[in-house]
């Protein structure tokens, strides 16, 4: 039996892991992906307290990893297909094994909304894409679309400049809902050009996106902008599937938590993307993963004597 598992190897579960097997916890992390998660292909983190120079997503990752390792924590390459319950006790099942486990943490994060537009499916990878620092370099000199305007969406349109001719954000309202400074840095960009009041109805090329079809919600009208690429920032969902039926879950399917990482359930605890939260960043996920390892010890400790068998 295990103290802990940690279902997910991003921040969050990196740092769970750590703070978990510093306090003498049997941990491992289940990891179905790369160890890293989303961060890896951020190409610069510049505002993770403690780095005067950004460092990119997969070295600061690499950092935890290792960390984490170092206090005795195991990592396996495993897809975690259900969640079961004996008691206190709690049954993981992977693709591969059977876990039992006292404390388990969920850092399963969340992944990109589509458009679920026409073209959308077929030209991902083609033009399609849903990570600038991951396609960017392809559109040197080229134009290319931002669909969005939260942080993420402007975040990633004025990354795009650094090697696009153009790059046109378009949003289906009068303004943007991205950070001020954000704001403020994009509109000062002469490469972004903004369309306001405006939806993407398709997506079309022949073999790689070269067009999109607009409707202006304003005028009532469509129009046709040529592009080489897309890039789409329009939300995110929860990686909930686990957890649907017996955790409690927001409107959005967050997993809703007290301050302590708890879910509904004793022993289980969510941290990251995957929890209701107000901001998603590295540095919330972290914080968010020590707390869980923190209050998983904890509970152990007041559930589970000493002489307890395993």
């Given at each position: 039996m295990y103290d802990v598992i940690i279902i997910g190897a991003g921040p969050a579960g990196l740092s769970a892991a750590i703070y978990s097997?510093?306090?003498?916890?049997?941990?491992?992390?289940?990891?179905?992906?790369?160890?890293?998660?989303?961060?890896?292909?951020?190409?610069?983190?510049?505002?993770y307290p403690g780095f005067a120079e950004s460092i990119s997503g997969y070295e600061l990752t690499d950092r935890m990893h290792r960390q984490a390792e170092h206090f005795g924590a195991e990592f396996r390459d495993e897809e975690v297909t259900a969640l079961g319950m004996e008691g206190l006790c709690k049954i993981i099942e992977t693709t591969e094994n059977k876990y039992r486990t006292k404390a388990v943490i969920f850092c399963t994060g969340a992944y990109p909304r589509r458009l679920n537009v026409p073209g959308e499916e077929k030209f991902t990878g083609h033009g399609v894409s849903y990570c600038a620092?991951?396609?960017?370099?392809?559109?040197?000199?080229?134009?290319?679309?931002?669909?969005?305007?939260?942080?993420?969406?402007?975040?990633?349109?004025?990354?795009?400049?650094?090697?696009?001719?153009?790059?046109?954000?378009?949003?289906?309202?009068?303004?943007?809902?991205?950070?001020?400074?954000?704001?403020?840095?994009?509109?000062?960009?002469?490469?972004?050009?903004?369309?306001?009041?405006?939806?993407?109805?398709?997506?079309?090329?022949?073999?790689?996106?070269?067009?999109?079809?607009?409707?202006?919600?304003?005028?009532?009208?469509?129009?046709?902008?040529?592009?080489?690429?897309?890039?789409?920032?329009?939300?995110?969902?929860?990686?909930?599937?686990?957890?649907?039926?017996?955790?409690?879950?927001?409107?959005?399917?967050?997993?809703?938590t007290d301050d302590f990482m708890q879910t509904n359930v004793p022993g289980i605890y969510a941290a990251g993307d995957i929890r209701k939260k107000v901001l998603r960043q590295v540095v919330t996920a972290t914080s968010d993963g020590a707390i869980a390892g923190w209050s998983a010890e904890k509970w152990i400790t007041e559930n589970y004597s000493s002489s307890q068998t395993e």
């Open positions: 097997a510093r306090s003498g916890l049997k941990t491992v992390v289940l990891e179905r992906g790369l160890i890293g998660g989303q961060i890896n292909v951020t190409e610069d983190v510049e505002n620092t991951c396609d960017g370099a392809l559109y040197r000199d080229k134009i290319v679309a931002v669909i969005g305007g939260g942080d993420s969406a402007i975040e990633e349109g004025i990354f795009l400049t650094h090697f696009a001719r153009k790059v046109i954000v378009i949003h289906r309202r009068d303004e943007l809902r991205a950070q001020k400074i954000i704001q403020e840095r994009a509109f000062q960009n002469p490469k972004i050009e903004f369309v306001w009041n405006s939806v993407v109805q398709e997506i079309r090329g022949n073999t790689r996106v070269q067009e999109l079809e607009v409707y202006s919600r304003k005028t009532n009208s469509l129009s046709v902008i040529p592009v080489d690429g897309v890039f789409i920032y329009v939300g995110i969902l929860p990686n909930n599937k686990l957890l649907e039926s017996r955790i409690e879950l927001d409107s959005a399917g967050f997993v809703i």
